[in-house]
């Protein structure tokens, strides 16, 4: 067994590896960029080496600076995690002439593997069974048009040396073969530095099923069941699971027996995944194989029991693989959830910035369920636009599906985040959600179920007495609190105010308490607007991020945050502001104006912090719906702008090159 290895990566992998370093007495070396030197996974290692500036391209992809780390510290093997160098075939072939063991596959498998167009290949000589389409180079738009009309409508453009949902446009029809050829070159250019297309038949209604194999170097190679990762927004991955709600046991086999077929042709050792498609009458195609950790593997590890990270050290150690096909069980269900610094509301796009407040629910077993959350950042971290935007990967453990959605329904609302936005509000949402709860996925549900965006849902029947319950407690301990102060007017001795009423937004709802104890526990006996009675006990005390405690039979976790006169309360991802007032003081509230938003319908807003590629437009000139106004760049995807109606173009405010800040006016019309 090894003695120290080192960490090629940073964030949450980085850590998830030294954890099992450490359990199996195996010394440990971060590496870190000048962004990271205050990271979570350089505290955790024992040693740690700086190897340059923030951009990746001069620190984590920088295979010299890599090597030349490990050279000073010793180390006998590289860990990769995933992304930067975990599946650059150079990289390992380069650890290899120095000695060093590269904890993965070998190289030839990860070159292989890595080019989509000679996987797709390898797969279909090996008889799995691949998406239809052309298998070669795509020459330019004219070609694309032509193979694309060949496949027939949808299809699907995809970079060859693509990968993170990156260099992917579907196309309904020739105009959008011709613009997604494009499109998807140029990213892929700037992405990958490679701009090689081709073209295959777009799945529709289709799931993402993914297998999970092991291999060891002397020809054993295994499968652990499949992951699901149908939610999906810009074709990358938000929620995953394990097992499908979508396979039954003879599919399961025969993914996994492709799998492993496709894993023996190309030799390969370590784990890997190999990523299907899936379409509604349960026919699955290949899509691509990743020689690597996967982001979602916890899923994996919490229904087989088996640590990944365990077995790839082992296996690059030089150990046999000691599990058997048959001894692979899955037991359970386990969900995954994507916390990322993004905000759902504008379409999921990144946000970056301190995170001055970061609690995860705690770990471990409670009940019948179990919570694990991999995390590479602390409060005070800084989420930078250098790395990828993720906060943690929140997982639960269930003995069934609906029992593991639970669990994560309750733990996404203990997870407290400030400072930037979340899309905790989304995952939230999603798990309240009928089709979600039911099993009814493909990678449109987003686009199906939110097809004009995400919005924050105000409460609904089940949620408004509990917000107006949890206002009322909150709002009486505070009152009890300003009492207390010294010097003071002292409260009048009428006792405690029986009527009450929550303006929720812009709802004034009534409630009443029939008795109380206010203080630390409270206990409130309330009687809501309709009548029903509730009671809500509570050990909740005032400055608490999140208010806890049992309203009715139910155990609640309700996020409370100060607003203007009131609170922000937040439940299951349905959100409101509270102001909580005598009756008197609500009747002359309803006598006030409301304030309108501005309106800027007139305005085309950059939706992104983003660099101009080009405006398509000139003041004065007439467009239609539809047309192209400006292309913006941000984090490496071309965003192209269209006009949303027919109008004049009356102003443009930027030039190609200019940088933009989110909300930036770019151009307005009449
Ligand atoms: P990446 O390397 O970026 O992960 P993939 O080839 O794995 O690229 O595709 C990413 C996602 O795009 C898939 O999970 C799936 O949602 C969607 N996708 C890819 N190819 C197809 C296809 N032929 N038909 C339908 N959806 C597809
Ligand atoms: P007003 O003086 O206009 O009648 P209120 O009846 O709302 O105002 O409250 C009078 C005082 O009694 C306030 O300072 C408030 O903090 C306190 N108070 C009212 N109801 C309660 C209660 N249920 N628990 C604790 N303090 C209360
Ligand atoms: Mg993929």
Redesign the pocket.
């Known amino acids: 067994m090894f003695r120290k290895i080192l960490i090629a990566n940073r964030g949450e992998i980085a850590c998830r590896v030294i954890r099992t370093a450490q359990k199996l007495g195996i010394a440990t070396v971060a590496v870190y960029s000048e962004a990271d030197a205050d990271a979570m996974h350089v505290d955790m290692a024992d040693e740690a080496i700086a190897i340059g500036p923030a951009q990746v391209s001069q620190s984590y992809l920088s295979a010299e600076r890599i090597i030349a780390a490990c050279k000073e510290t010793g180390a006998e093997a590289v860990h990769p995690g995933y992304g930067f160098l975990s599946e650059n075939a150079d990289f390992c072939a380069n650890l290899e002439k120095q000695g060093i063991v590269f904890i993965g596959p070998e190289p030839e498998a990860i070159r292989a593997m890595g080019d989509?167009i000679a996987s797709k290949k390898i797969a279909a000589e090996a008889g799995v069974s691949t998406?239809p389409g052309f298998m070669d180079l795509i020459e330019n738009a004219d070609h694309a048009v032509k193979i694309a009309t060949q496949i027939g409508f949808p299809v699907?453009i995809?970079a060859s040396a693509?990968?993170?949902?990156?260099g992917?446009r579907i196309a309904w029809d020739e105009a959008e073969a011709r613009e997604g050829f494009e499109r998807a070159r140029s990213e892929a250019a700037a992405s990958f530095g490679d701009d090689r297309i081709f073209i295959?038949?777009?799945?529709e209604e289709?799931r993402?099923i993914e297998i999970q194999v092991l291999a060891d170097s002397y020809g054993h190679c295994i499968h652990l069941g499949e992951r699901e990762?149908s939610i999906?927004r810009r074709?990358q991955k938000i929620v995953e699971e394990a097992p499908s709600p979508f396979l039954d046991e003879e599919r399961r086999e025969a993914m996994g027996a492709q799998a492993v077929t496709l894993a023996r042709a190309v030799n390969y050792q370590s784990a890997g995944t190999v990523?299907f498609?899936v379409d509604k009458n349960k026919k699955f195609y290949f899509?691509?194989m990743n020689t690597r950790l996967q982001v979602e593997h916890p899923v994996t590890e919490l229904v087989t029991g088996i640590d990944l990270v365990e077995q790839m050290i082992r296996v690059a150690a030089g150990e046999r693989l000691r599990i058997g096909q048959d001894d692979v069980k899955l037991h359970g269900w386990a969900i995954e959830s994507r916390l990322y610094a993004e905000d759902p509301t504008r379409n999921f796009l990144p946000s970056t910035g301190r995170l001055t407040r970061y609690r995860p629910p705690r770990e471990g077993r409670s009940g019948n369920a179990e919570i694990r959350n991999d995390t590479g950042v602390a409060e005070g971290s800084e989420i930078s636009m250098f790395y990828d935007p993720m906060i943690a990967k929140l997982c639960t453990w269930a003995p069934d599906r609906l029992g593991a959605i639970e669990a994560m329904s309750g733990a996404l609302d203990r997870v407290v985040i400030d400072g930037i936005a979340h899309n905790i509000p989304f995952l939230s949402a999603l798990m309240r959600h009928p089709r979600w709860r039911e099993g009814r996925l493909s990678?449109s549900f987003i686009a199906e179920e939110y097809p004009n965006g995400f919005s924050i849902p105000k409460p609904d029947d089940e949620g408004r007495p509990i917000f107006c319950a949890v206002a009322l407690a909150v709002e009486l301990l505070h009152r009890d609190r300003l009492d207390r102060l010294s010097g003071r007017l002292a409260p009048h001795s009428g006792g405690i105010r029986r009527d009450w009423v929550v303006k929720l937004d812009e709802d004034h709802m009534p409630l009443s308490l029939v008795e109380g104890v206010v203080s630390v526990p409270i206990e409130l006996d309330l009687t809501m607007a309709g009548g029903d009675r509730l009671t809500l006990c509570s050990s909740w005390r005032p400055g608490e991020p999140v208010w806890e405690g049992t309203i009715g039979s139910r155990d609640v976790a309700v996020q409370v945050r100060p607003a203007l006169n009131g609170m922000r309360l937040s439940w299951q991802g349905m959100s409101s502001i509270a102001r909580v007032m005598p009756p008197r003081i609500a009747e002359l509230d309803r006598l006030m104006p409301v304030k309108k938003a501005p309106d800027t319908s007139n305005m085309l807003i950059c939706p992104m912090p983003g660099v101009v590629v080009s405006v398509a437009v000139t003041k004065g000139q007439e467009v239609r719906a539809g047309e192209v106004l400006a292309v913006v760049e941000a984090m490496k995807m071309e965003n192209v702008l269209r006009a949303e109606r027919d109008c004049t173009i009356t102003a443009v405010n930027v030039a190609p090159g200019d940088s933009l800040a989110v909300d930036a006016v770019i151009m307005e019309f009449a």
């Open positions: 989509k998406v699907m995809k693509g990968g993170g949902g990156k992917l295959e038949k777009f799945i289709p993402h990762c999906q074709n990523e498609i899509l691509e990678t």
